[in-house]
């Protein structure tokens, strides 16, 4: 841990009340919050080389969080030597985001890192503005996704290139703002009162971008955390809130029952009619492992499109709403890294979703990390239906969070 000097505890508060800012204006701004996160990441850099020169046993001192670094420097790795590789190709923007996504997770390493040892020298105030910054940011998003729906694009975006990104940022950062709320008010009224408006919002939200897998997954992440976080409130409260989650989520589901009822339809017809939502999903991952090449670093994204264009003509019936979306990634997190980046690839990705997951359950520490539970399991689930870490806006909220995540309060301030 680092020493707790007065200087050290000022930059790192700082540090993150910036991170928080930076994560809470991702939906309203581009530019901002990725300038925010390479100030900060150069911070933890140059205090983490300095401390390492002094003492370079604190880079081996806990082990969870260096398996934990070590497999953000992997993935890093997998994506920027890939992205060097294959420099030369037409689908610049793939090259380009999983590039900055590789640059993105190395510096993750040094931040995650730097928290976690100045984890213990967070000052409350600076806790509660965070807090404030994020829920502002929430509601904020809210307000402006609402007013910018239109009759072309029902669906709301935001700041991303796409709803569904927009809905995985939303659920994100509302459970980073809960994890905070949690620990700064613990069980308080504030702290129920906080974790109920942010619930709402989020719930909204996602209904706003009609994402699915969001539907589903965003009260099961709530209920959940509230059971393991609120199970010291009187009983009645706990069923209280247990029903509103649940009424919430079933309100949800009423108002985009039209877009999940199609589901089921879409599986109906796959047999005679695949050129639907389900049915381009279920090309694009037959099409996908047919161009997987099991070699150590992959291939390039004409390879690629080469081998799954011409699977999906000859043995999809041409289905063209997969031939429009393979263009971009496979809507899947395990398949796309395995069919471009190769088995370095995909080895490097199961060792960020194992390590993140030994770090967040790890018993040595008496599961003190156990925040990050909530921010790595929306990843993994979601990345089963869709590409979540192809995406450098993506990438920079999910290791922000996990940053923010880490910070105890157990002083007196």
């Not at 950062?173 to 613990?186: G, P, T």
């Not at 080469?306 to 000859?314: A, F, G, L, N, S």
Request: charged share 15%.
């Amino acid at each position: 841990m680092l020493k707790e000097t007065r200087n050290n505890a000022i930059i790192f508060n700082l540090c993150f009340f910036a991170l928080a800012c930076s994560v809470s204006l991702d939906l309203l701004v581009k530019g901002y919050p990725e300038k925010i996160f390479y100030l900060v990441s150069y911070v933890a850099v140059t205090y983490i080389i300095l401390n390492a020169y002094k003492n370079p046993k604190i880079l081996v001192s806990d082990k969870p969080l260096m398996l934990l670094c070590i497999s953000l420097i992997f993935f890093s790795a997998s994506k920027l030597i890939w992205a060097e590789l294959f420099k030369n190709t037409d689908f610049i923007d793939i090259r380009d985001n999983y590039h900055t996504v590789g640059k993105r997770f190395l510096l993750a390493a040094f931040v995650l890192f730097y928290f976690y040892q100045c984890r213990r020298m967070l000052n409350k105030n600076v806790l509660k503005v965070s807090i404030a910054a994020l829920f502002i940011g929430l509601i904020m998003a809210l307000w402006l996704g609402y007013l910018s729906r239109t009759e072309l694009e029902p669906r709301v975006k935001w700041t991303t290139d796409a709803a569904t990104t927009g809905a995985y940022l939303a659920v994100f950062i509302s459970m980073i703002s809960i994890i905070l709320i949690r620990k700064c008010f613990q069980s308080s009224v504030l702290s129920l009162l906080m974790f109920l408006g942010t619930f709402l919002a989020s719930m909204i939200m996602v209904l706003l971008t009609e994402t699915r897998a969001a539907i589903f997954l965003t009260p099961v992440l709530y209920l959940a955390f509230f059971l393991a976080y609120y199970r010291d409130v009187n009983k009645k409260i706990q069923a209280l809130f247990t029903v509103i989650i649940f009424t919430g989520a079933a309100t949800v589901l009423y108002f985009s029952w039209d877009r999940i009822s199609q589901i089921q339809t879409d599986i109906a017809e796959y047999h005679t009619n695949n050129d639907t939502s389900v049915g381009a999903r279920l090309s694009i991952w037959k099409s996908g492992w047919y161009s997987s090449q099991f070699n150590l670093l992959g291939q390039s994204t004409d390879k690629r499109y080469q081998k799954v264009e011409e699977y999906i003509r000859q043995h999809e019936r041409g289905n063209l709403e997969a031939m429009r979306n393979v263009a971009y990634h496979l809507h899947n997190d395990m398949l796309e890294t395995l069919s471009l980046q190769g088995m370095f690839g995909l080895f490097s990705l199961l060792c960020f979703y194992l390590f993140c997951l030994y770090f967040s359950l790890n018993r040595k520490n008496a599961f003190e990390n156990s925040g990050t539970l909530f921010v790595i399991c929306p990843v993994i689930v979601f990345g089963f239906t869709d590409v979540v870490l192809i995406q450098s806006n993506t990438a920079l909220v999910v290791v922000t969070s996990l940053a923010l995540s880490l910070p105890l309060l157990k002083r007196s301030y």
